[in-house]
């Protein structure tokens, strides 16, 4: 078992497609306590990054599902995918809540990242959703974060949420200068 936290550079990327970055994929898969064998559903894969190290954390015994509804995106998905050889991927192309019916199995955690239609979302995935499992979003909007937790709590899930602020070094010829990074939320929610 491999603990996320592949640097962002080391993902093929392409400017038009947003990516989750690194330490937030680190929160983000932690609070979804992924394990060794756990069975895990991406929402709006984008570039695969998601995807990819929580193949990695749930290793050959589990697997990932990681849906995508723009084409563009589904190809760097399976890019990214085969840089880092896994077998333990399956790529669904299209749009959520209707794709998760390609989920053949129950889970033990779903992340968000694709929050288009995020209330139909998060109702069809408690179907796919093993008691105790969890749902993680990470959302910029104050709405998406607002939605989430309503919709969750009326769908009687523990929830929380952290507003994560992080500035990252860059070197310059003087020393690290940080950059800051804009805030995300993480919404995180246990099923009962
Ligand atoms: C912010 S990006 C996700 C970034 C991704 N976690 C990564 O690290 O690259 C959001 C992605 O979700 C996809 N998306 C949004 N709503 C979706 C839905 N309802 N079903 C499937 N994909 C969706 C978008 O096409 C976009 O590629």
């Known amino acids: 078992m491999r603990l996320p936290g592949i640097p962002d550079e080391e993902f093929i990327r ?9 330490e937030i994929r680190v929160l983000a898969l932690s609070k979804a306590r992924l394990f060794d064998g756990a069975k895990f559903i991406d929402i709006g894969s984008g570039t695969g990054s998601v995807t990819v190290e929580a193949g990695l954390v749930v290793g050959e015994k589990g697997k990932v ?3 995508e509804k723009d084409k563009d995106a589904v190809e760097l998905t399976r890019k990214n995918v085969e840089k880092f050889k ?3 991927v399956v790529i669904i192309e299209g749009e959520a ?3 998760l019916d390609h989920v053949d199995s129950e889970v033990d955690a779903i992340f968000v990242g694709g929050t288009e239609r995020l ?6 995935s408690d179907k796919k959703l093993k008691n105790g499992g969890r749902i993680v979003i990470d959302a910029i909007l104050l709405e998406t974060v607002n939605k989430a937790l309503s919709t969750l709590n009326q769908m009687g899930y523990k929830t929380e949420v952290i507003e994560v602020i992080i500035a990252k070094g860059m070197k310059t010829s003087k020393g690290y200068a940080m950059i800051s990074r804009n805030p995300i ?3 995180y929610s246990e099923k009962p």
């Open 185 to 187: 939320f993480i919404v």
């Open 86 to 88: 896994l077998n333990n």
């Open 14 to 22: 392409v400017e038009k497609i947003p990516m989750t970055k690194e």
């Open 119 to 124: 209330e139909e979302i998060l109702l069809s």
């Open 97 to 99: 809540p209707e794709a």
């Open 65 to 67: 599902w990681a849906i």
